[in-house]
């Protein structure tokens, strides 16, 4: 069995961050609150944090929403003085709406003040519905809040590709995107790395384990009936959706070997397969603060590294089985729903709406607010019978902004975000679309434009036609769309 060394390896995030390559994850408190019908002792759990910190592993990562996850890590920082302090990444996750000044500056002030800290070192945007655009007003008062000083660098969670691409394009300094990354969820390794790559962005890695399946005690185990731990409950997920208990026995497998090979454990094979991407910064492994350590056991992930016959078997274990579908942060906005609670419909659909459709006779109408839907007379969608038509369509922010003004990919996406939530007010959906024309400025732009319609439409594929088209202002793209309701 390799020596393992005594502090995990180290990452240069930014000039002035730099982080363990495995980040402390938080999430657990809330379930260990929840189990207990109580907070955690702060002092207590920030004990058994600054032991994690006094071994090397210095950098947390928690949220809003993780129980009292930043009031721990804030008594930990208190304990630092003005000295050298742990790393602390937190997450704010507001509920889509109007992201006014106000509101977000609210959102930071709290995260500071819980954390007693006058500079966030890692802020992380979560962004449930796309088609909610304010997300980009969120990150540009974040981005204010950064040239001000009270957060050090911005990151995302859950961000796909598509839309990271659209931060990028309108400025916003992206740091990170925290996504899920591992052996069985192959996904960030596509056009996300590529893409982070390009632009100096890294990778924050969780649920590298699996929730625990990346184990020994699963190796051969028959499949479990049921599970109580909501971490594996959803992870379960993960692995019906690969082709279920055989496919993951494979991959499993293929692990083990790998770990018997060098003398470590199936879960440091795991470990260091994701820390080896190209754009991974660091893995996060979750902790629960007093009750469970796997600190030793996880140096182990740092003792030895992947040779090309590791690789190979590996590979030949993913073949057997499925692809997770989509790109990273679809299982909490489309099926197949890879969370613990399963299908989240139904807490999406209880967000706000971005446009309200208004009764007009047999017709519904819905206007995006812009003035030239009343000077040159016309609706942003109109829905008459079972069929909802969608007008041409463009990169419009607010009243006058142009998002993205160089990237026709963006662009496009931006414009069936809008178109989405058009399609939604009326009582549709992308997937009821039969129809779309696409207009592009410059027709050598075809191929972006393109795959970026393919990846909306990729389930349900509509009719459509593209052509060159001297547009109006300064876009590279409108869409019009047409849409069926299907009956229930």
């Not at 691409?165 to 790395?193: C, K, M, W, Y």
């Not at 069936?416 to 592009?440: N, P």
Request: net charge negative.
């Amino acid at each position: 069995m390799p020596t393992a060394p005594t502090r995990p390896e180290r990452y240069r995030l930014a000039p002035d961050l730099e982080i363990s390559r495995m980040v402390t994850g938080l999430w657990q408190v809330a379930d260990m609150e929840r189990q207990a019908g109580r907070p955690l002792d702060p002092d207590s759990a920030a004990d058994a944090l600054a032991v994690y910190a006094e071994s090397g592993f210095d950098s947390f990562d928690m949220a809003d929403h993780y129980g009292s996850a930043e009031l721990i890590t804030g008594r930990l920082l208190a304990r630092h003085g003005t000295g050298e302090k742990p790393r602390a990444f937190t997450k704010w996750c507001p509920e889509p709406g109007p992201m006014t000044a106000g509101v977000v500056r609210a959102g930071i002030a709290e995260r500071l003040e819980r954390l007693g800290v006058d500079r966030l070192d890692l802020l992380q945007l979560h962004w449930w519905l796309y088609e909610h655009p304010a997300y980009l007003d969120a990150m540009a008062e974040l981005t204010k809040l950064r040239e001000e000083g009270l957060i050090g660098e911005l990151g995302v969670t859950n961000f796909d590709t598509e839309h990271l691409r659209i931060l990028v394009a309108e400025g916003h300094p992206v740091r990170t995107n925290q996504v899920s990354f591992s052996l069985l969820d192959r996904r960030a390794a596509g056009p996300l790395t590529a893409f982070c790559q390009e632009h100096g962005i890294r990778l924050l890695a969780y649920g590298t384990l699996a929730g625990g399946f990346m184990d020994e005690r699963w190796l051969g185990a028959k499949e479990p009936a049921t599970i109580a731990d909501w971490s594996r409950m959803k992870y379960r997920r993960f692995i019906e959706t690969i082709g279920g208990w055989d496919a993951f026995q494979r991959i499993l497998a293929a692990a083990g070997a790998i770990a018997e090979k060098h003398g470590v454990r199936i879960a440091n094979v795991a470990t260091r397969w994701v820390l080896d991407q190209p754009a991974v910064a660091a893995v996060i492994v979750g902790a629960r603060p007093g009750e469970r350590d796997h600190r030793e056991a996880n140096l182990r992930a740092f003792a030895f590294a992947l040779d090309a016959e590791d690789h190979a078997r590996l590979e030949a274990a993913f073949a057997a089985s499925r692809p997770v579908p989509g790109d990273c942060g679809d299982e909490y906005r489309r099926p197949p729903f890879l969370t613990a609670s399963g299908d989240l419909s139904h807490h999406l659909g209880t967000l706000p709406r971005v446009f309200e459709a208004v009764p007009d006779g047999d017709r519904s109408r819905v206007s995006s607010g812009s003035v030239w839907e009343e000077v040159a007379g016309y609706t942003r969608a109109l829905r008459v019978g079972d069929r909802v038509l969608v007008s041409g369509t463009t990169a419009t922010h607010g009243t006058d902004h142009v998002v993205a003004r160089d990237d026709p990919a963006a662009q496009t996406a931006y414009v069936l975000d809008k178109i989405q939530a058009s399609l939604r007010a009326a009582g549709a959906g992308l997937e009821d679309v039969v129809r779309t024309r696409v207009f592009v400025r410059d027709i050598a732009q075809w191929e972006p434009v393109a795959r970026t319609h393919g990846r909306y439409f990729r389930d349900h594929r509509p009719v459509n036609s593209l052509v060159e088209a001297k547009l109006v202002g300064d876009y590279l793209v409108e869409i019009e769309a047409e849409a069926v309701v299907r009956q229930a």
